[in-house]
T-cell receptor, first 109, second 115 residues
Framework: GQSLEQPSEVTAVEGAIVQINCTYQ??????LSWYQQHDGGAPTFLSY????GLEETGRFSSFLSRSDSYGYLLLQELQMKDSASYFC??????????FGTGTRLKVLA | GAVVSQHPSWVICKSGTSVKIECRSL??????MFWYRQFPKQSLMLMAT?????????EQGVEKDKFLINHASLTLSTLTVTSAHPEDSSFYIC???????????FGPGTRLLVL
């Protein structure tokens, strides 16, 4: 089957750097996306990696290694507002998305 | 660009009634939209893929007769929860992408509470 595994929870302090990992098993791979979801809200798109390497968007960066079936989201200069759930997601062969198990990030003052 | 809206954002209904949720892509055309369901503190579970002009593709375990999906145009998909029961209470989210297989943009979600 297809699955994307993430740590369930990560805690860090304001100003720190945190890495959220995602390991995947999919039949056919078309890239890895990351989404942020605040409690009660809908997911918002953060980044997409189609190729190996690091993509940087402001304080957030995302990395992909296709050979390792692994990616991560890196959040720098953490702020309280970054407290949310983060999901990795893969588009599958039929264009639908499979979402990871999700990681709840708690940022402490 | 890439704005997706949902209506209503909140709905409370009695058990046995039907509820319709609309999903619209406001500034782009979406040949494919997706419907998800999310329980508290859990991940998003894909329910079905809504295809404009054809039947929806349902995920395993999702009752197509209970969750009716209609993709009436390139900017509108509707999900109707028929004969809703308390266990159908959940957060329903739609998404759409400009190009198949690429970034999905999510609507704000609809919280359904069935009493």
């Amino acid at each position: 089957g297809q699955s994307l595994e993430q740590p369930s929870e990560v805690t860090a302090v304001e100003g720190a750097i945190v890495q959220i990992n995602c390991t995947y098993q999919t039949s056919g791979f078309y890239g890895l996306s990351w989404y942020q979801q605040h409690d009660g809200g809908a997911p918002t798109f953060l980044s997409y990696n189609a190729l190996d390497g690091l993509e940087e968007t402001g304080r957030f960066s995302s990395f992909l290694s296709r050979s390792d079936s692994y990616g991560y989201l890196l959040l720098q200069e953490l702020q309280m507002k970054d407290s949310a759930s983060y999901f990795c997601a893969c588009p599958s062969g039929t264009y639908k998305y499979i979402f990871g198990t999700g990681t709840r990030l708690k940022v402490l003052a | 660009g890439a704005v997706v809206s949902q209506h209503p954002s909140w709905v409370i209904c009695k058990s046995g009634t039907s509820v319709k949720i609309e999903c619209r892509s406001l500034d782009f055309q979406a040949t494919t939209m997706f419907w998800y369901r999310q329980f508290p503190k859990q991940s998003l579970m894909l329910m079905a893929t809504s295809n404009e002009g054809s039947k929806a593709t349902y995920e395993q375990g999702v009752e197509k007769d209970k969750f009716l999906i209609n993709h009436a145009s390139l900017t509108l998909s509707t999900l109707t929860v028929t004969s809703a029961h308390p266990e159908d209470s959940s957060f329903y989210i739609c998404s759409a992408s400009r190009v198949r297989g690429e970034t999905q943009y999510f609507g704000p979600g609809t919280r359904l509470l069935v009493l």
